[in-house]
């Protein structure tokens, strides 16, 4: 498994932007990086993923550094509600599950 | 959208006896899966499932376990002999499987809370 290194803890402002980073420099040309975050008592749930270029979707947005050993989700104005657990997870060539780490606990403050 | 289902939400059972846990995945998906998290740690894989066959399990999932697709829609995860440390949240997830497993998400259940005492 690709190791992945997360900030434990993060802290954010209502209606401000997110950046949450993640380091991954052990991972090949052809893992993919998929971002999960779980709400409290809830189960995962998929926020985006890419490959190279940059990702957008309706729930943030996904940097991925040129040498790929780092990458950022983009929460563009947090809400309540975005307050989580994120799971940056590589996606080893021939694995065929996700393997979560400890993640990055985000508090929003109102 | 689409969700998958588990049931119940909350499961308690004495140590020593069998419990069932159910999931009804997203009805075009392929592949599924269950996961388990104690309380205060990581989301940990147990077992994937596809084509009526397990795919691939870990070390967690040893022959007190074991998975079924009964009949077509339902998934469930069966402990047959259940003990303290299986207490745990679990979680079933199913994904479309589409082009490729990369580009298609998991979609997981709120779980079910198993208490053994």
């Known amino acids: 498994d690709a190791k992945t290194t997360q900030p434990n803890s993060m802290e954010s402002n209502e209606e401000e932007p997110v950046h949450l980073p993640c380091n991954h420099s052990?991972?090949?040309?052809?893992?993919?990086i998929h971002w999960y975050r779980q709400l409290p008592s809830q189960g995962p749930e998929y926020v985006i993923h890419g490959l190279t270029s940059n990702v957008n979707n309706r729930m943030a947005s996904l940097a991925i550094a040129e040498d790929r050993k780092s990458s950022t989700l983009i929460l563009h104005r947090a809400t309540l509600r975005d307050a989580a657990v994120y799971y940056c997870?590589?996606?080893?060539?021939?694995?065929?599950?996700?393997?979560f780490g400890q993640g990055t606990r985000l508090t929003i403050n109102p | 959208e689409p969700e998958v289902t588990q049931t119940p939400s909350h499961q308690v059972t004495q140590m020593g006896q069998e419990v069932i846990l159910r999931c009804v995945p997203i009805s075009n998906h392929l592949y599924f899966y269950w996961y388990r998290q104690i309380l205060g740690q990581k989301v940990e894989f147990l077992v994937s499932f596809y084509n009526n066959e397990i795919s691939e399990k870990s070390e967690i999932f040893d022959d007190q376990f074991s998975v079924e697709r009964p009949d077509g829609s339902n998934f469930t995860l069966k402990i047959r002999s259940t003990k303290l440390e299986d207490s745990a949240m679990y979680f079933c997830?199913?994904?479309?499987?589409?082009?490729?497993?990369?580009?298609?998400?998991?979609?997981f259940g709120n779980g079910t809370r198993l208490t053994v005492t």
């Open positions: 997870i590589p996606l080893i060539q021939g694995a065929q599950k996700l393997v």
């Open positions: 997830a199913s994904s479309e499987m589409g082009t490729s497993f990369y580009n298609s998400p998991l979609h």
């Open positions: 052990t991972i090949s040309g052809t893992d993919y």
